[in-house]
């Protein structure tokens, strides 16, 4: 059989770059901040998200971090950003650079294909 036919989830990579008032907090208060300021709004006013936290500020100097995030449809992922934008996250602590939203094996689903992916062990 081709291609998963259910929904797909909608996967989101957020660019984005901290901000002065980010960097001024030592990692205990960034650690506070994100579990006392940021997540409960995100539980609050969604469900059917979850994250995954990319560090780049190593490699690029325009995009710092890469938030990755899975909504279980686009009426989930629109509550995430609603959320996020109402806490201090949102052009306080980072500027969001860009947002890159798409579905995996899209193509494989419009085209009835088996995905192509790569697998190494």
């Not at 650079?97 to 689903?109: F, H, Q």
Request: proline share 6%; no cysteine.
């Amino acid at each position: 059989m081709a291609a998963d036919q259910t929904t797909p989830p909608v996967t989101a990579f957020m660019l984005i770059k901290t901000m002065p008032e980010w960097l001024a907090m030592t990692p205990e208060e960034r650690a506070t901040a994100l579990s006392t300021e940021v997540m409960p709004a995100v539980k609050a006013k969604t469900t059917g998200v979850r994250s995954r936290f990319y560090d780049t500020e190593f490699y690029s100097t325009r995009v710092t971090d890469v938030w990755v995030w899975e909504a279980e449809d686009h009426n989930a992922y629109q509550l995430l950003i609603d959320a996020l934008r109402e806490t201090p996250f949102w052009d306080r602590y980072f500027q969001v650079v860009d947002l890159l939203v798409g579905t995996e094996n899209g193509y494989a689903r419009t085209y009835n294909m088996d995905p192509v992916a790569s697998i190494t062990t």
